[in-house]
């Protein structure tokens, strides 16, 4: 486990991190750590190597980080830090507290209006596969399907919000 403590003080409120230490020129003590990469997640450097904050953060509270698992972030807001915003999750549970697609058209992740036949289709995936839950006269029935599959399958209550 790497001694992040040595180099990082982790504010709780605000779930960012300052700088104790000068690691190289460029860096002030006393300064923020990280900046914005193009997905919207706080990164640094340390030891020559990038890292998510997020990560640096996880392991100062709970240890290394098993081989396997991934720092989601509950709220689906890549630079909210915030301990109480993270949890250690494996690939399956990651993709079960996804935010909503921008090209979603029903405002459902997993239902859609099916123009052709004039029924609304609700589907999930689930590890790797995709299940046919039905189509529907409504869009309320289509949502019904979704919800009780995802508390089937153990989806976060987050999945699909904003």
Not at 20 to 26: D, K, R
Not at 109 to 133: E, N, P
Request: charged share 20%; net charge positive.
């Amino acid at each position: 486990m790497s001694n992040y403590s040595d180099i990082f003080e982790y504010d709780p409120l605000t779930g960012r991190l300052k700088w104790l230490t000068a690691t190289s020129q460029s860096i002030k003590v006393g300064s923020y750590v990280g900046w914005m990469n193009f997905c919207g997640y706080l990164v640094t450097t340390v030891r020559g190597k990038r890292i998510g904050v997020h990560r640096i953060i996880w392991e100062m509270h709970h240890g290394e980080i098993p081989a396997g698992y991934e720092v989601d972030h509950i709220n689906h807001v890549k630079h909210d830090n915030r301990i109480e915003n993270l949890r250690l999750v494996d690939r399956s549970q990651q993709n079960k507290n996804k935010k909503i697609y921008i090209n979603n058209t029903s405002g459902v992740v997993g239902v859609a209006f099916r123009k052709k036949y004039s029924t609304w289709r609700a589907q999930i995936r689930s590890d790797g596969v995709t299940k046919h839950l039905g189509s529907f006269p409504d869009f309320v029935s289509a949502c019904e399907a979704r919800i009780v599959a995802e508390v089937s399958l153990g989806f976060h209550k987050n999945h699909g919000g904003n």
